[in-house]
């Protein structure tokens, strides 16, 4: 029933932009932490954003800081993560993360590629 869903992955050259979405069901959005993951090849999965159930607080890894950018809109039960100046070691699959207490959902990832 629980459903987080990732759309806006792609091939993008150095320097662009992309902006991926996270929509959700099944549970309310509003009460969680959302998070962004991504994994690239060979490597364990990273935390890259997080922002709080309300929104107004934010964390970045140092490697996006400046670039990327989270945020989310709880009428819509949907979390978003604006990537701007694209790096090639940006490239993996981003996961949507939802967290409450000890309570934890994944999507399903979708795939950046950030190459010339």
């Known amino acids: 029933q629980v459903q987080l869903v990732e759309s806006g992955g792609g091939l993008v050259q150095p320097g662009g932009s992309l902006r991926l979405s996270c929509a959700s069901s099944?549970?309310?959005?509003?009460?969680?932490?959302m998070s962004w993951y991504r994994q690239a090849p060979g490597k364990e999965r990273e935390l890259v954003a997080v922002i709080i159930s309300a929104g107004g607080y934010t964390n970045y890894a140092d490697s996006v800081k400046g670039r990327f950018t989270i945020s989310r809109d709880n009428a819509k039960n949907t979390v978003y993560l604006q990537m701007n100046s694209l790096k090639p070691e940006d490239t993996g699959v981003y996961y949507c993360?939802?967290?409450?207490?000890?309570?934890?959902?994944w999507g399903q990832g979708t795939q950046v590629t950030v190459s010339s």
């Open positions: 993360n939802a967290k409450r207490w000890t309570i934890l959902y």
């Open positions: 099944g549970f309310t959005f509003s009460n969680y932490a």
